[in-house]
């Protein structure tokens, strides 16, 4: 009788007791290929299981099995208490698919302690589970999702890889919880971004080793100085300089991991050598940690340069950074580098200098609440020199443009059309077509838009990605000369780093340009600077073709100015030939 009784209670509660953690609930309760779940070949992952912090950041490389760790520690918070409710978040619709039917419900499936023998047949499906009288929402982060489900806490997988605006807004979900927990566990992908980001506010816990030979504590890494190679024949003090090429032609067989200090092999394996420790052990509110390829013994140094040479054979060297290392990429080719910026800002004066009437200048124009405004002229190369990066209130816009364009010669700027369209269409009219809106928008580098069943051009269209990528050209080879920005050189070089190019290997077109913090409206400002000269360009073209085609243009109703079928005032297209 007391046999069957203690038995249906550990069906019910398993082998637990209030004080025990999580990490050793997990391995009392579940089970791994029908053998006890034990975190023996990743010690690390203890102290992540264990943490029940309200606020966590796990910022990791792949294959070190923590999306495993931190399904078992979802499903056991639902076990262990009382009418919980938790969000499991993905991705996207792929991702949550494959991970529910190769990981979570295997383990639904095989642990009894999460499947009671008596009682009503608790709710499953791939988006809903139900453990007792608690609750588990498995989903696909979508806004549907983010607005439609009350929870106690939260739990962000691959956070870098999901919609940024969609993860803000899980948080409204916890409101009516005491519990109120967010753990989040993302490879990174760049600086200030998804989970690099939010590890920057913790106290950023790294796993130390100890060398048994001089006892120095060290975090190992993939760089020279923690690698033991025979005969390395290249002189490079980075390994992700090595081509492919090289990387087969090097002795890893006797590869691995060194202390910094005395050389002797460390050894990784030893979870008593090992000891998580926060570089900012003050910092409460906020905790994290960053497990980097040696956090385990099971990934080899010769792996690493394997995949090395895989990601370098595929152009992809960010792919490399972010999964196999576990580290942001901050390469040129991804964002434009801080010494180019300030290199293109040494060509100029911070003052707003004085530029002849006679010389034609371009404006450009990012838009919101608070609007930023740009104006450049060209050197005698023929590069871009800003001599203005000023603010302006949304509500002045259209007055601050009239005095700017007494003060300068302008012959063409741009705005961004959105979000505010009409205010744009407004600058469009009382500039006679010299200020025009574009968007962001399609595959070509400009395209006219016209107004329904007209000839009259409402707007142009533009993909970003390709005058994003002018701009870093132009940077990176220091051909920009960048100056009139007074008091705001840290907010010009903060805009300029904030977006940064999200290449797909393999697939050059889909690139894009994605922003990090969001404060990047001068980098945009400069965008439309520079589309404002393909504007003038492709206005002059029409015209000079329209004048060989036929002695009399077609106007487009714009106020006072005569404008040809484009929409280019005739003033404006007199200053662009020089015909002033």
């Known amino acids: 009788m007391f046999d069957e009784f203690y038995n249906t209670i550990r069906t019910r509660l398993g082998d637990s007791n209030a004080s025990q953690s999580m990490g050793d609930w997990i391995c009392a309760n579940t089970t791994r290929k029908k053998r006890p779940f034990s975190f023996e070949d990743y010690s690390f992952q203890k102290a992540i299981a264990d943490d029940m ?27 262990r208490s009382t009418a919980l409710n938790g969000i499991f978040s993905l991705p996207n619709e792929k991702m949550f698919t494959k991970i529910y039917n190769g990981r979570l419900k295997p383990i ?113 890494r993939f760089i020279p100085k923690f690698i033991h190679l025979e005969d390395f024949p290249f002189d490079v003090e980075d390994f992700t300089e090595l081509t492919a090429q090289q990387i087969a032609m090097m002795n890893l067989e006797n590869c691995y991991v060194k202390c910094e200090k005395c050389d002797k092999r460390l050894d990784l394996g030893n979870a008593s050598l090992r000891e998580w420790v926060a570089t900012y052990p003050t910092r409460q509110n906020f905790r994290g940690y960053q497990v980097r390829p040696f956090s385990t013994s099971r990934i080899k140094p010769a792996y690493i340069f394997g995949q090395l040479a895989q990601y370098q054979e595929r152009n992809f060297r960010r792919g490399f950074f972010n999964t196999v290392l576990g580290e942001e990429y901050t390469a040129a080719d991804a964002k434009l580098q801080l010494a180019d910026i300030e290199a293109c800002m040494a060509k100029a004066t911070p003052r707003v200098p004085d ?43 259209v007055r601050r443009v009239a005095e700017i364009m007494k003060i300068f010669n302008i012959v063409q700027g741009a705005i961004d059309r959105f979000p505010y369209t009409q205010q744009a269409d407004e600058l469009r009219n009382e500039t006679h077509g010299t200020i025009i809106p574009i968007q962001y928008r399609g595959n070509a580098a400009l395209q006219p838009v016209f107004e329904p069943d007209t000839k009259v051009l409402s707007h142009y269209s533009a993909n970003n990605t390709l005058i994003l990528d002018r701009i870093q050209s ?15 050189g840290d907010l010009l070089k903060a805009h300029m780093q904030d977006m940064v190019r999200n290449d797909k290997p393999g697939e050059d077109d889909h690139a894009e340009w994605m922003k990090t913090t969001g404060q990047d409206h001068y980098m945009h400002a400069i965008a439309f600077n520079l589309l404002a000269r393909r504007v003038s360009e492709h206005m002059f073209a029409t015209q000079m073709s329209t004048m060989a085609t036929s002695s009399s243009f077609i106007g487009a109703g714009f106020g006072t100015g005569q404008m040809d079928l484009f929409g280019a005032s005739t003033k404006s297209i007199n200053k662009m030939a020089g015909l002033r």
């Open 53 to 79: 912090h309200r606020k966590l950041s796990v910022k990791k490389c792949s294959q070190i099995g923590l999306t495993e760790v931190q399904l078992r520690k979802y499903l056991a918070i639902l076990t």
């Open 108 to 220: 639904l499936e095989e642990d009894s302690i999460f499947n009671p023998p008596t009682g009503t047949k608790p709710t499953r499906s791939k988006d809903q589970i139900q453990i007792r009288d608690s609750f588990g929402y498995i989903t696909a982060c979508t806004e549907g999702d983010a607005t439609s489900i009350s929870a106690d806490f939260l739990f962000h997988d691959e956070l870098d890889l999901s919609p940024q605006e969609i993860i803000a807004l899980y948080q409204s979900r916890l409101q009516g919880s005491d519990m109120q927990v967010t753990q989040s566990f993302s490879t990174p992908t760049f600086v200030n971004y998804g989970i690099d980001k939010e590890y920057q506010l913790t106290d950023q816990r790294e796993y130390f080793v100890k060398c048994e030979a001089c006892r120095h504590h060290q975090i190992p």
């Open 355 to 397: 530029v002849s009437q006679d010389t034609p200048c371009y404006l450009g124009i990012d838009v919101g609440f608070t609007c930023h405004i740009t104006v450049s002229f060209d050197d005698h190369e023929g590069f871009p020199v800003f001599c203005l990066f000023e603010t302006c209130p949304a509500a002045f816009l």
């Open 474 to 488: 132009l940077v990176s080879t220091r051909r920009m000369s960048i100056g009139g920005y007074l008091g705001q």
